[in-house]
């Protein structure tokens, strides 16, 4: 029997309804956002709101194949996001499991630098990196805001996981070198597995962070690169607010990260307890 | 595809990329293409200026525009352009909040990413202490480059040419605007006997008689939200209409006696009625509140009838009434005016700068606004021609004159009488001056502050800005 069950029914019913109003505040706007997804735009504006209505497919016509389409911009979201969290964690792992485990000189410095680079507001590196982009021709083209993304991404990421290594039990890392395992078979065939809920956990953090970026979006990219969030900008025009159909590029748009929410939700649970148990680390 | 290939600008450019841009301007072409059929390629109209339109053939320019269907209606004509000047034009769109931004970079750093962008007007004088545009009167006056006879500047809205020129020199040339008018519920009025206001003091009596929160009815709305362009927009009329001055010898001063009553007449008229989160309402807002019934009256752009006659989502099609902003207590009606206009980057090359200035003037043509407006085939009629004459035309009344009674007339003489072009301050500081004046309004607006004292402080902050 679990803690929960075993009190009387009346805390019982309380605790479902404190989680009921939690849960519908979560939901609310999401809910919210699909309806109106699926109305035209008389009855978005309609009061009392309607609650029922004739559903249209109408703004995921137009958000799909209309004018203004945002399946090109869904494409530079995903090539973006993940370019930028396949790097990120190519390099964010070693160099964790480096600040985490090894002796260097340096080591304290280097950590902290990781940090430093974050502590600057990003509006302040706009300039700088639009000149640094518009000099080296990256403006407006993947690899340009795919480096930039993992300039927020990496940082994020080491830190992540410096918390994660440091979690692995010292023994097991020492049995495998005293079985003559190499540092790389080490961390390869003993550590990663133990951190494998840390990767997925970071590995979704990372991805939505440059999925849902829009400063760097919007200054750096242009027709080429323009990633969904700056996209769905445009349905909030000079002219009207056409809600509609940002609802309904907003559903869109969320759906990837729903996907990989849904796919990695075992390991983030997973990951974010045995974050919790040990008290934070050094996040 | 096939067919469209010889309108698809970069033809040079690599395979997926360009089927990604061609799946984006599908759509675009798709309502061009009826269009274009209609109109043909004729060139002819362009050809009878005397000037060597494929004089600079072969270059290649990058334009910023925002999302907007006035400019979509204009990109959607590019191939025309490029077909009479051998001219390649990238164009990007650009949110409006952004394109300042991105403008700003780019001039200020110099790297000609834009050879032209709509330019907001308050932006001039901070662009041209900067000599980051060039002065167009050069251009005007090259008889290879404009032939006036065909052009005719002087046809454009005055007010709307000085708001883009510095000391009587143009350096951006209108495409694009508003003005800001009383919109109306005519059969609220009518039921009641009331007429549309040509006071101050009779827009809230109005207000009054026609207030019904219980049934939903507020009487007047006008953008409260946080903003150079939205509060910011709409105090600097009333300051002036009670008869604040924004300059006391050089110095900007925002804390006058007139400043204060007129912010606390904002305040008094927004909480009495309005509805309640008006404060936080920008224009689309209050017009699609209108569009529901739930106005009587609102003060702003006449640009926004064109959502107020959107079948799809208005109710109140038919009952819509437009007339001049009223009077202020000092007998002026100053009413608010907007243009996006398109200046040039002063970094480009030579043959650059004359390629843009044939966009330009191709742009701000009486025939491209034409084309732009009643002669469009798609559903987006322009209200916001740039030319006196078009104004005035039978073609452009039929065209959009059904918005509601008195629209032309209303828009037309607001923007040839009311309008006074320092009716906000023109200075290089204006962008940070404009915010520290929107959140001071609004923290009067939502009574954070007395009216006073949000000015005192943005006042002191005014002149730091001035002073660095």
Redesign the interface.
């Known amino acids: 029997m679990s803690p929960a069950s075993r009190g009387a029914p009346l805390r019982r019913l309380l605790l479902w309804m404190g989680a009921g109003v939690l849960l519908a505040v979560w939901a609310f706007p999401v809910v919210w956002g699909l309806l109106t997804s699926f109305k035209t735009e008389r009855d978005v504006l309609a009061y009392p709101p309607v609650w029922l209505f004739t559903p249209t497919l109408d703004n995921y016509r137009e958000v799909i194949f209309g004018t203004s389409s945002i399946l090109p911009n869904l494409w530079s979201s995903i090539v973006v996001s993940s370019a930028s969290t396949l790097l990120t964690m190519l390099f964010a792992v070693p160099a964790a499991y480096a600040i985490a485990r090894l002796r260097y000189p340096g080591k304290r410095a280097s950590g902290f630098y990781v940090l430093a680079t974050q502590m600057l507001p990003p509006v302040g590196l706009i300039i700088p990196y639009y000149l640094v982009l518009q000099k080296t021709g990256l403006l407006d083209s993947y690899s340009g805001l795919t480096a930039i993304y993992l300039t927020f991404s990496l940082p994020f990421a080491v830190w992540l996981m410096v918390s994660y290594f440091e979690d692995v039990p010292f023994e097991m890392e020492e049995a495998a070198l005293l079985d003559r395992a190499g540092r790389m078979r080490t961390l390869w065939y003993v550590i990663l597995p133990q951190v494998r809920g840390g990767i997925a956990v970071t590995t979704v953090f990372v991805f939505l962070n440059a999925w849902n970026e829009f400063l760097f979006a919007v200054v750096l990219g242009g027709n080429r690169v323009r990633p969904v969030t700056v996209a769905m900008f445009n349905f909030i025009s000079v002219e009207q607010t056409q809600w509609a159909r940002l609802a309904a590029g907003a559903m869109l748009a969320m759906a990837p990260v729903i996907l990989i929410g849904l796919f990695a939700q075992r390991h983030i649970v997973k990951g974010l307890t045995v974050g919790a148990v040990k008290g934070g680390g050094r996040r | 595809m096939t067919q469209r290939e010889p309108l698809d600008p970069h033809p040079s450019q690599p395979t997926r990329?360009r089927a990604?841009?061609q799946?984006?301007s599908?759509?675009?072409l798709?309502?061009a293409a009826p269009h274009l059929l209609a109109q043909g390629d004729d060139l002819a109209p362009y050809r009878s200026a005397k000037i060597n339109w494929k004089q600079v053939e072969g270059e290649s320019i990058s334009v910023a525009v925002?999302?907007?269907?006035y400019f979509?209606n204009l990109l959607s004509l590019l191939p025309q352009f490029e077909a009479l000047t051998g001219i390649k034009v990238?164009?990007?769109?650009?949110?409006?909040g952004?394109i300042r931004?991105?403008a700003l970079?780019d001039l200020s750093?110099r790297?000609t990413?834009y050879a032209t962008h709509a330019a907001d007007p308050m932006y001039y004088p901070l662009y041209v202490a900067n000599k980051w545009v060039e002065p167009l009167d050069k251009y005007l006056n090259d008889g290879t480059l404009t032939d006036p006879a065909w052009f005719r500047y002087d046809d454009i809205l005055k007010a709307w040419r000085d708001a883009d020129s510095i000391d009587g020199k143009p350096y951006g040339i209108p495409y694009d605007g508003e003005v800001t008018v009383q919109v109306y519920r005519k059969d609220l009025y009518d039921a009641k006997g009331l007429h549309p206001a040509t006071t101050y003091d009779q827009l809230l009596s109005n207000a009054k008689a026609l207030n019904d929160p219980a049934n939903?009815v507020y009487g007047l709305a006008m953008r409260g939200f946080a903003g150079a362009g939205q509060n910011m927009y709409i105090y600097p009329s009333l300051f002036r209409g009670f008869g604040g001055n924004w300059f006391q010898g050089k110095d900007v001063v925002v804390n006058s006696p007139e400043a204060v009553k007129a912010l606390q007449w904002y305040v008094d008229a927004l909480t009495a009625y309005a509805p309640p989160a008006v404060r936080n309402w920008n224009w689309?807002?209050i017009?699609?509140a209108f569009?529901?019934g739930?106005v009587a009256t609102y003060l702003d752009a006449h640009?926004?009838a064109?959502?107020l006659n959107?079948p799809?989502?208005s109710?109140v099609i038919g009952k819509i009434g437009f007339a001049r902003w009223p009077r202020g207590p000092n007998g002026k009606r100053v009413t608010s005016i907007w243009n996006w206009g398109f200046p040039i980057n002063s970094a480009l090359t030579d043959k650059q700068k004359k390629a843009t200035w044939l966009f330009i003037s191709w742009a701000a043509s009486a025939e491209t606004q034409a084309r732009t407006s009643w002669k469009f085939a798609g559903a987006a009629k322009r209200s916001g021609v740039n030319r006196l004459s078009a104004w005035k035309s039978a073609e452009f009344s039929q065209a959009v004159g059904g918005a509601g009674n008195n629209f032309i007339a209303a828009a037309l003489e607001s923007l040839e009488q009311d309008t006074d072009v320092e009716w906000r301050p023109r200075v290089p500081q204006w962008p940070a001056i404009g915010e520290t004046m929107a959140t001071a309004i609004q923290s009067a607006l939502v009574g954070q502050k007395k009216p006073k004292e949000a000015l005192d402080e943005a006042q002191a902050r005014i002149q730091q800005i001035l002073k660095s």
């Open positions: 990329r990604l841009k799946a984006a599908v759509g675009l798709a309502t925002i999302p907007a269907s979509d990238r164009a990007e769109k650009v949110p409006p952004q931004q991105k970079l750093s790297t990413t939903r689309p807002d017009a699609d569009s529901q739930t640009s926004s064109a959502v959107d799809a989502k109710k």
